[in-house]
């Protein structure tokens, strides 16, 4: 075999093909003994040129939603999607026993965003919140997030948390959940601020938020 350097230079074409090694398969799992392969150009080109499109975005329009000793589907507004889209917001009618539902129907990697506006309701204390993801129903997926701090009456702070989801089979399930300690005050949770923006064109915040784009 000829030195590499010692071969032609030319400009690739979308019919063209390069040497690699397979690594990862389709469904993001480890190839045993990384074999070496043969990539597209145009296959190439189409993984290079993804990127993340927005699915779903919906916002509560309750002004509080105040957490309890055990976890809570936090809402985020009315149902959304059908089958046939690639996500789904089930049930939110907004009430404690109705929770939220993400369904993921088509498998991807998934970036989601959650923003909440986080206080008390009452004045004073310390509330100590938690807030997790429950996926699938069946356990806890990533890290726990605390906020235990004081707050003013109607002075919430904003809360963002990003989440990248790979999903590997279609119908997985997300909960969004929120849940205080019985250490802290039981009046905090998400609640609006308490003087209204008042700026034209300047939408009004939800105390809970959520975007969806999926990597396509």
């Known amino acids: 075999m000829a030195i590499i350097y010692s ?3 030319l400009k690739p074409q ?3 093909k390069v040497l690699g090694s397979n690594i990862i398969d389709a469904s993001g799992a480890a190839v045993v003994g990384n074999p070496t392969v043969q990539f597209n150009f145009t296959d190439i080109k189409a993984l290079v040129d993804q990127d993340y499109v927005l699915q779903l975005e919906s916002s509560s329009s309750v002004t509080s939603q105040i957490a309890t000793l055990s976890p809570y589907s936090i809402q985020f507004g ?3 999607g059908t089958t046939a889209s690639n996500v789904q917001l089930l049930q939110g009618s907004g009430s404690l026993t109705a929770s939220d539902t993400i369904k993921i129907n088509a498998a991807g990697t998934y970036q989601i965003t959650l923003t909440y506006s986080v206080g008390i309701s009452t004045a004073g204390g310390t509330p100590y919140l938690v807030f997790r993801t429950l996926k699938d129903n ?7 997030i605390v906020v235990n701090q004081a707050f003013l009456v109607g002075r919430p702070i904003p809360l963002v948390i990003p989440i990248v989801a790979n ?3 279609a119908g997985a399930t997300f909960n969004f959940q929120m849940l205080r300690a019985n250490t802290g005050d039981a009046n905090g949770g998400l609640v609006k601020n308490g003087s209204p923006v008042n700026v034209s064109g300047v939408t ?3 105390i809970a938020t959520i975007q969806i784009y999926k990597l396509v």
Not at 138 to 144: L, V
């Open 14 to 16: 979308f019919g063209d």
């Open 138 to 144: 069946t356990g806890q997926s990533g890290p726990s």
């Open 204 to 206: 009004e915040p939800s």
């Open 167 to 169: 999903v590997t089979s």
């Open 78 to 80: 009315a149902p959304q």
């Open 7 to 9: 071969y032609p230079t």
